[in-house]
């Protein structure tokens, strides 16, 4: 009937016998078939008919998921149940008590079709399926596009192709296991080295550069003393002259 819960939002139709027409709007409910006992009708989307995800209420407490409410008020400006105003800016939290209602469900994790036979609450269901051994995660090597069960993890890194490690023969590089056959370890070597000197030679350019434009700095502070002193010294000259003459 609805849709799976984490991201697997779905796009259902919603007929509108005011307008006429069918409305697509996105679903984003828990699948009540998730759900161990019995469901409130109450804690069920006016919208999608599945549980409440994300919850939100109009003033006149029909409750809906954000998604399934936000895409309908995109062309109309009603309660879908009872067409009473409604915009988002009047749309506010669950009740507590429909909140905790809500909360205390139990349901299966998605995961339970890969093996997982867990049943928790719905408060804690998107921390159980973070950690969920039976979740699809990537793998942690770069370039590879495979995504396995968390549980298994570890028995696939262990032979990905895509596995790097540290080069048997000494020379320090970290090969994929893809590119044993071709790796050659002087020519690594060489390359490596090529790129030190190239960086060597840049950084002594820029010590170059930095050493001519501090050697200039101090050329011209020694130019403009020199002037300083040698107007200080006709100063001096005038300066004596003057006292000789008054002397004599």
Not at 39 to 46: A, I, R, T
Not at 132 to 139: A, G, I, L, M, T
Request: charged letters at 25%; one cysteine or more.
């Amino acid at each position: 009937m609805g849709v799976g819960h984490g991201g697997s939002c779905g796009i259902g139709s919603f007929y509108d016998p005011c307008k006429c027409i069918q409305i697509q709007v996105q679903r984003m409910g828990y699948d009540i078939e998730r759900f161990v006992g019995y469901v409130n009708e109450g804690l069920l989307c006016c919208i999608c008919r599945d549980v409440l995800e994300n919850p939100l209420q109009a003033p006149c407490e029909h409750a809906f998921c954000t998604s399934c409410i936000h895409g309908w008020l995109v062309q109309n400006h009603n309660c879908p149940e009872d067409r009473q105003a409604l915009d988002v800016s009047m749309l506010r939290p669950l009740f507590r008590y429909m909140r905790n209602d809500l909360h205390r469900l139990q349901i299966r994790c998605k995961n339970r079709q890969h093996g997982c036979e867990t049943i928790c609450s719905l408060e804690a269901i998107d921390r159980h399926e973070r950690e969920c051994e039976y979740s699809q995660v990537p793998c942690l090597n770069a370039g590879c596009t495979v995504q396995v069960e968390r549980r298994n993890l570890e028995s696939h890194l262990a032979v990905c192709e895509y596995r790097s490690r540290e080069c048997p023969n000494g020379c320090g590089y970290a090969i994929l296991s893809a590119d044993d056959a071709q790796h050659n370890c002087i020519a690594e070597l060489r390359t490596e080295l090529e790129l030190l000197r190239s960086e060597m030679i840049c950084k002594i350019e820029e010590v170059r550069h930095e050493m001519e434009s501090r050697l200039d700095s101090q050329r011209r502070h020694m130019v403009q003393k020199e002037s300083l002193l040698q107007n200080e010294i006709e100063e001096l000259k005038v300066s004596i002259n003057l006292f000789i003459v008054i002397i004599l």
